[in-house]
């Protein structure tokens, strides 16, 4: 009980937070996006078994470089051509394996595009979403609040699904905690939730609530499974200890970096 309630207000301090940036500004969205790279970053290496000095500064160059190239582009301070540079980064991890002394150079890659591509990219993409020349009248903080509301409908309707009718595991190898049909409940009820949200949001239709709900919440759940799968190798419980409660930075980001490129595509697209 009392392990749920630590749980409890960590996360609702932590959801007032994330909320208050993104309708502050995009600049104060931005730094404490860029926070949560740094911090994602340091907590990857742990997984990784990348916590040499040497790596763990290439590593975090590599996702605070990335991440504010892509950054600086969604808020208009250089041209989207920019972007272009985003290319030299996947490179870094063959240079970093390079001048390596480590024999297994696999961690190094995995621990680079890890940090690059569940952190650092997904994390700018969420700055984009505030330019009405590339969502419309969907862009601003609204949207960007409802997808983290997607995950946090799913979280919540998965996790009460399961504790009252789950009996089958969904992916017991990973996490035996889950079962088919919390997260069959968590979808479908995060489906209702949104399609009567859609009712009354005058700038989002149903097809694009039910849709971005759809997707949020299947690469939410993969995500969140991904970073169940490198714990487990790890053998680790959490990625870190920086929220009670809930444990690190990837823990509770996991779904929502995860799940950020395919909604972007799928609402750009739309």
Same mark, same amino acid.
Request: overall charge negative; aromatic content about 14%; hydrophobic content about 60%.
């Given at each position: 009980m009392k392990e749920l309630l630590i749980r409890s207000i960590s996360g609702l301090i932590l959801a007032a937070v994330l909320i208050g940036c993104i309708c502050l500004s995009p600049w104060a969205l931005a730094a404490l996006l860029l926070l949560i790279v740094v911090i994602g970053t340091f907590e990857m290496s742990?997984?990784?078994?990348?916590?040499?000095?040497?790596?763990? @500064? =290439?590593?975090?160059v590599c996702s605070i470089g990335s991440f504010l190239l892509a950054a600086f582009a969604a808020l208009q301070i250089i041209p989207m051509r920019w972007l272009l540079l985003?290319?030299?980064?996947p490179m870094f991890p063959f240079l970093i394996a390079l001048f390596s002394k480590t024999k297994d150079v696999k961690h190094v890659f995995a621990f680079v595009y890890g940090s690059l591509f569940f952190l650092s990219l997904p994390s700018?993409?969420?700055?984009?979403?505030?330019r009405e020349d590339m969502?419309?009248?969907m862009a601003?903080?609204?949207?960007?609040?409802?997808?983290?509301? @997607? =995950?946090?409908?799913?979280?919540?309707?998965?996790?009460l699904t399961g504790r009252l009718l789950g009996k089958h595991k969904l992916f017991p190898r990973i996490s035996p905690g889950k079962t088919i049909e919390g997260s069959i409940g968590g979808l479908v009820f995060t489906l209702i939730a949104v399609f009567v949200f859609s009712r009354y949001a005058s700038w989002l239709?149903?097809?694009?609530?039910?849709?971005?709900?759809?997707?949020?919440v299947v690469f939410g759940s993969l995500g969140?499974?991904?970073?169940?799968?490198l714990k487990r190798q790890a053998g680790v419980k959490d990625s870190g200890k920086l929220i009670p409660g809930h444990g690190g930075v990837l823990d509770r980001f996991d779904s929502v970096m995860f799940s950020i490129p395919f909604v972007f595509v799928f609402l750009l697209l739309l």
């Open positions: 742990r997984l990784h078994q990348m916590q040499t000095w040497p790596h763990l @500064l =290439l590593g975090e985003e290319l030299l980064f700018s993409l969420l700055l984009f979403m505030y969502f419309g009248n601003g903080p609204g949207l960007i609040i409802l997808v983290f509301c @997607l =995950l946090w409908a799913n979280d919540i309707f998965a996790y239709s149903i097809s694009a609530a039910l849709g971005m709900a759809a997707i949020a969140d499974l991904c970073e169940s799968m």
